[in-house]
């Protein structure tokens, strides 16, 4: 089975520019997050998605920060302007609540994001 | 709220060796604990959980995970180290019983020395 699935894998780009996020998750997983890893902060939460509602984005660092799902099978994080601080990996996960909502969360690869 | 604690940012051990890294938690209720690995320039993989049961969890990879609910702990272990073991560990608890996302720990580097 296919996992979750990130594009890019790397993106470089210049500060003010905006920058959008790209996340595919296993089919038939009802929920999605959003994770931002760096040296600094580790691994921080930005949001997440139940059956394709934000339930939680008290993470988003600020308003240039937005997330949407607009359907089960896709998930967008959008950074506008970006600013040499959101230099970053930049996590998706999905899981399933169906019958266990205790099931671990599967990760994608990340997208490495330099802003310059 | 919901916590974990990873007290070890790097922890040396000689292959063959037994491994742990440790994790203790604080909670509200019901402790609902889980270990990932990362390996570089991937994202994080799924290793064990602990919902309930037996307090000894085995997992993927020979891991296993001993829950102790009076220490508050639930550290990784592993028998036998091997240089492939080597990468970032990261243990996380789940949120309040209504929600499903995770808080994670800050991350120990294991290095496994040949």
């Known amino acids: 089975d296919a996992g979750v699935i990130q594009s890019p894998r790397h993106e470089v780009t210049e500060m003010g520019q905006e920058v959008t996020l790209r996340c595919k998750p296993i089919?038939?997983?009802?929920?999605l997050f959003w994770y931002r890893q760096t040296m600094m902060r580790g691994l921080e939460l930005l949001i997440y998605?139940?059956?394709?509602?934000?339930?939680?984005d008290s993470g988003m660092p600020e308003d240039r920060f937005s997330a949407k799902m607009p359907n089960a099978s896709f998930s967008t994080l959008k950074i506008q302007p970006s600013e040499p601080r959101d230099s970053a990996v930049y996590f998706c996960a999905s899981s399933s609540t169906i019958g266990d909502s205790n099931q671990p969360q599967h990760f994608g690869d990340g997208t490495r994001l330099s802003i310059l | 709220a919901q916590s974990v604690a990873q007290p070890e940012d790097q922890v040396n051990v000689a292959e063959g060796n037994p491994l742990t890294v440790k994790c203790t938690y604080s909670v509200s209720g019901n402790p609902y604990l889980f270990w990932y690995v990362q390996y570089p320039n991937r994202g994080l993989q799924f290793l064990l959980k602990?919902?309930?049961?037996?307090?000894l969890v085995k997992g993927s990879y020979g891991f296993e995970a001993e829950f102790n609910k009076s220490q508050t702990s639930f550290h990784l272990k592993k028998p036998s180290a091997l240089v492939s073991d080597s990468a970032l560990y990261f243990c996380a608890v789940r949120d309040t019983a209504g929600a499903n996302n995770l808080f994670f720990g800050t991350g120990t580097r294991l290095t496994v020395i040949p």
């Open positions: 998605f139940n059956n394709n509602v934000p339930i939680d």
């Open positions: 089919s038939g997983h009802n929920s």
């Open positions: 602990y919902i309930t049961g037996d307090n």
